[in-house]
């Protein structure tokens, strides 16, 4: 079959499994270019690996300097009659592949990572067959729900704002429209709910009960991802649910170096830069903002993707020459240093004054927003053949 690009808002329904092997291949080797990682890690557990933030650490850990063995563990879909598989389903199989092709160890697991039957296969398989221990476990989960562990109960995250309601522009991908909504306030129970999901109670939970295990190897580190981002975002993101669910997570990293201390380990909380991902294209308002600051950075030379951002905090931040891991005063990893360069966020918000529904593609960078939203999802690649036809019967053979 022939396999088309189908978008609804900002949610791709399809995806082409060529292209997520050559995005795969693509951050590869833009890690082997880089400034190579030094005293890393060997033996790595990424939750969430399969997409975003979690996958460019995978490839950056295995192909960046430090050849690192990996488990995966993320929630996708393969191919079936209900279509073709999510792009995180062939991101898992090719990098695998790939991986191997290196003799390293590549290790995907296919379900809930937030159920207890996950951690126990994952805690047999380090146990039996990968020797052992972990040195780095990565959280970078991103989802809407989180099913309570004792009562299954779900907890749904609702982005919303706390105090004052929002309006702002937000990006239509689907028909290239910036279209104005308003983001409404949360209640106290969307609030505790958010935190539930994307704090730091999961990750908690992961880290006790690898410990518990005994597979965290001495000197284990463990990360998780965050954003704060200028003022101009906060009343959406860093004061609204989502922040305060970061200041969560920040909190727990804080809770989990004092535990891991006596294993001579570390957590720590890296605070990101602004990019186009799964999750990230959900929040609402916060486009305008990505199509400046891609415009200013990539004006600037200063632009980095996923992959880009997690060479630099292996390599520079989290593991290297130094003697410490650099933090700011709060203890964050800050690798959003770039994006918050004060003349950067000057020129954004100039460009968010003048941007309207009508010249959004000009002052923003949406073709490059638009391309990368494709681009996780396998198309736009210009070495691929979008005409070809794909064998699904074949495809529907490989396993992560
Ligand atoms: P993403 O949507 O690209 O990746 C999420 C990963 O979580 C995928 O591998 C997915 O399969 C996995 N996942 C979701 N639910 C799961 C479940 N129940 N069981 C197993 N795996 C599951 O998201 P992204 O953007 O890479 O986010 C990762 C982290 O980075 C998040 O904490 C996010 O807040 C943070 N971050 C993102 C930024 C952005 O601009 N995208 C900026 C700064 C931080």
Same mark, same amino acid.
């Given at each position: 079959?022939?396999?088309?690009?189908?978008?609804?808002?900002?949610?791709?329904?399809?995806?082409?499994?060529?292209?997520?092997?050559?995005?795969?291949?693509?951050?590869?080797?833009?890690?082997? @270019?880089?400034?190579?990682? #030094?005293?890393?890690?060997?033996?790595?557990?990424?939750?969430?690996?399969?997409?975003?933030?979690?996958?460019?650490?995978?490839?950056?850990?295995?192909?960046?300097?430090?050849?690192?063995?990996?488990?995966?563990?993320?929630?996708?879909?393969?191919?079936?009659?209900? /279509?073709?598989?999510?792009?995180?389903?062939?991101?898992?199989?090719?990098?695998?592949? +790939?991986?191997?092709?290196?003799?390293?160890?590549?290790?995907?697991?296919?379900?809930?990572?937030?159920?207890?039957?996950?951690?126990?296969?994952?805690?047999?398989?380090?146990?039996?067959?990968?020797?052992?221990?972990?040195?780095?476990?990565?959280?970078?989960?991103?989802?809407?729900?989180?099913? %309570?562990?004792?009562?299954? @109960?779900?907890?749904?995250?609702?982005?919303?704002?706390?105090?004052?309601?929002?309006?702002?522009?937000?990006?239509?991908?689907?028909?290239?429209?910036?279209?104005?909504?308003? &983001?409404?306030?949360?209640?106290?129970?969307?609030?505790?709910?958010?935190?539930?999901?994307?704090?730091?109670? %999961?990750?908690?939970?992961?880290?006790?009960?690898?410990?518990?295990?005994?597979?965290?190897?001495?000197?284990?580190?463990? &990360?998780?991802?965050?954003?704060?981002?200028?003022?101009?975002?906060? *009343?959406?993101?860093?004061?609204?649910?989502?922040?305060?669910?970061?200041?969560?997570? @920040? @909190?727990?990293?804080?809770?989990?170096?004092?535990?891991?201390?006596?294993?001579? /380990?570390?957590?720590?909380?890296?605070?990101?830069?602004?990019?186009? #991902?799964?999750?990230?294209?959900?929040? *609402?308002?916060?486009?305008?903002?990505?199509?400046?600051?891609?415009?200013?950075?990539?004006?600037?030379?200063?632009? +980095?993707?996923?992959?880009?951002?997690?060479?630099?905090?292996?390599?520079?931040?989290?593991?290297?020459?130094?003697?410490?891991?650099? &933090?700011?005063?709060?203890?964050?990893?800050?690798?959003?240093?770039?994006?918050? +360069?004060?003349?950067?966020?000057?020129? &954004?918000?100039?460009?968010?004054?003048?941007?309207?529904?009508?010249?959004?593609?000009?002052?923003?960078?949406?073709?490059?927003?638009?391309? %990368?939203?494709?681009?996780?999802?396998? !198309?736009? !690649? %210009?070495?691929?053949?979008?005409?070809?036809?794909?064998?699904?019967?074949?495809?529907?053979?490989?396993?992560?």
């Amino acid at each position: 079959m022939i396999i088309e690009p189908i978008v609804n808002g900002v949610v791709a329904r399809s995806a082409h499994p060529i292209g997520c092997q050559q995005a795969v291949l693509n951050q590869i080797e833009t890690v082997e @270019h880089s400034s190579q990682i #030094t005293n890393g890690p060997k033996k790595v557990l990424v939750l969430g690996a399969s997409s975003g933030f979690g996958l460019a650490s995978r490839i950056s850990l295995a192909f960046g300097g430090a050849q690192a063995d990996t488990i995966g563990v993320s929630f996708e879909r393969g191919p079936s009659d209900k /279509g073709v598989g999510t792009a995180g389903w062939y991101n898992n199989i090719y990098f695998r592949q +790939e991986a191997e092709k290196r003799g390293l160890i590549a290790k995907n697991f296919v379900g809930d990572a937030f159920s207890s039957e996950m951690r126990q296969q994952v805690i047999d398989y380090i146990k039996s067959e990968f020797g052992g221990k972990v040195d780095l476990v990565v959280y970078s989960l991103a989802t809407g729900v989180r099913p %309570d562990p004792e009562s299954g @109960h779900l907890w749904r995250s609702a982005i919303k704002t706390v105090g004052e309601p929002v309006s702002g522009p937000t990006i239509n991908i689907e028909h290239d429209k910036l279209e104005s909504m308003e &983001v409404g306030t949360a209640s106290a129970e969307e609030m505790e709910a958010t935190i539930k999901v994307m704090g730091g109670e %999961d990750w908690q939970s992961w880290m006790e009960i690898l410990s518990d295990a005994d597979v965290l190897a001495h000197g284990c580190k463990t &990360v998780a991802y965050s954003y704060v981002g200028p003022e101009v975002t906060y *009343p959406i993101y860093h004061h609204g649910t989502l922040g305060r669910a970061k200041q969560h997570l @920040h @909190h727990t990293a804080d809770e989990l170096n004092q535990k891991l201390a006596t294993l001579g /380990g570390e957590a720590y909380v890296s605070v990101c830069k602004a990019l186009v #991902t799964k999750a990230s294209v959900f929040i *609402p308002a916060f486009s305008p903002y990505i199509l400046s600051l891609f415009k200013v950075m990539k004006q600037k030379g200063t632009h +980095e993707g996923c992959i880009e951002q997690m060479q630099r905090l292996f390599s520079q931040r989290l593991y290297g020459t130094g003697a410490s891991v650099p &933090v700011d005063e709060a203890r964050l990893i800050r690798v959003d240093d770039w994006e918050l +360069e004060p003349e950067t966020q000057a020129e &954004v918000s100039q460009l968010m004054q003048q941007m309207t529904a009508d010249n959004f593609q000009e002052v923003g960078d949406y073709s490059g927003y638009k391309l %990368d939203f494709m681009q996780l999802n396998g !198309f736009g !690649f %210009d070495n691929v053949d979008y005409n070809a036809r794909i064998d699904m019967d074949n495809l529907a053979l490989l396993r992560p």
